[in-house]
């Protein structure tokens, strides 16, 4: 039997690095891994999606996006049609996204935040010592987060929040971590629960999914 290939695109801004504790069986599964590039001005998201999709060469491949990344594979799959879609700490559509992000849209307050201060994460970490929840969190930022240009950050924290997908696509598999902070659990319906998931769970919750995903993609 051929193996399936399997595609990774990361969250937010993130390195292909987080999904470094993810294993597949080699004899079923190969894995590959989608980095950011940066958007043109005033690129659509279907564009830039089309423009991910220029580094797969198979047929019937599995996507699995993280966050934006699971939003990404759902409009990447337009123009690969793959054999699955499976999205991790992520929506479905718009109407999963939490108030606070409805009303930056309404009110257009993503267009003022400071995103250059993203790319400072790693003067942050020279001050933030010790073992603590908040330094275990800046040690991660800085070790994931790779994508740090600002017009990249614009551009994809504005693309999440005009995402124009109203209506969830049936097909889509979504596996989704009831303690989520960024997507809260109480709006998002039909999905797999990962009890004890945060946001982060694609680094924190790695054995479950490397123990579930192949029966997942497989079913």
């Known amino acids: 039997m051929s193996k399936i290939h399997v595609y990774f695109v990361p969250g937010l801004a993130a390195s292909t690095g987080i999904f470094e504790y993810i294993q597949l ?3 079923k599964f190969e894995m590959h891994y989608i980095e950011w590039i940066l958007p043109h001005p005033n690129e659509t998201i279907s564009s830039y999606a089309k423009r991910m999709c ?3 060469k198979e047929e019937n491949i599995v996507l699995i996006g993280v966050s934006f990344g699971g939003i990404m ?5 337009q123009f690969v049609n793959p054999k699955k879609v499976i999205i991790i700490s992520s ?3 718009n109407q999963e996204l939490p108030t ?3 009303l930056a849209k309404a009110t257009h307050f993503y267009k003022i935040l400071p995103t250059s201060l993203l790319g400072k994460v790693n003067y942050l970490a020279r001050y933030v010592k010790g073992r603590g929840l908040l330094a275990k969190r800046v040690q991660l930022y800085n070790k994931y987060l790779q994508m740090k240009n600002t017009n990249y950050l614009d551009w994809a924290i504005k693309n999440v929040l005009l995402w124009k997908r109203s209506v969830p696509d049936d097909k889509v598999i979504h596996i989704h971590g ?3 902070m960024v997507f809260p659990i109480k709006h998002i319906k039909n999905c ?3 009890k004890g998931g945060t946001h982060i769970m694609i680094v924190n919750k790695h054995k479950w999914l490397s123990e579930n995903l192949p029966k997942i993609i497989l079913e």
């Open 178 to 180: 009831d303690e989520d």
């Open 100 to 102: 606070h992000m409805r």
């Open 25 to 27: 069986p080699k004899d």
């Open 54 to 56: 220029e580094t797969i």
């Open 192 to 194: 797999i629960v990962v």
């Open 73 to 77: 594979v759902q409009e990447m799959a």
């Open 91 to 93: 929506v479905k559509s």
